[in-house]
């Protein structure tokens, strides 16, 4: 392994969180309903998100469902950088992860963060969004 840039046997280290909709906190149900990935060797970080609204009215029949939307929209902006990025347009990749995985009182909340190997961190989002919350 070559510690300085997270490579190991072709395979780079990344880090990700899932995204949790918690509808009403009081109860402690949640729904998973995204992935936040990030792998420094690459500077890359993405979000992808499937959000199921039949599940999600499931736990709360009167959650707003465009407000769950637009937030998590909001953390695949802060990912994307530049102007869908807000405040965090300036800053690099890892700065933009440590913000979007920093716990808040929110509907949107990321779970802890998991680290794993991989040889295509751009793949790792969607493969995470398939095995973790489709």
Request: aromatic residues 4%.
């Amino acid at each position: 392994m070559n510690g300085r840039n997270g490579r190991r046997n072709g395979r780079e280290v990344f880090e990700y969180a899932l995204l949790r909709v918690v509808p009403r906190v009081e109860r402690g149900e949640l729904i998973n309903a995204g992935v936040v990935v990030y792998c420094q060797a690459r500077s890359f970080v993405k979000a992808s998100v499937h959000l199921d609204e039949d599940r999600l009215r499931a736990l709360d029949p009167t959650v707003d469902v465009e407000g769950v939307r637009a937030a998590l929209h909001a953390v695949e902006g802060v990912c994307a950088g530049g102007d869908r990025a807000g405040q965090a347009a300036c800053d690099d990749a890892g700065r933009r992860f440590r913000w979007l995985i920093a716990p808040r009182s929110t509907v949107v909340q990321p779970g802890p963060v998991h680290t794993g190997l991989t040889a295509d961190p751009e793949a790792e989002p969607e493969r995470l969004l398939d095995l973790l919350v489709r």
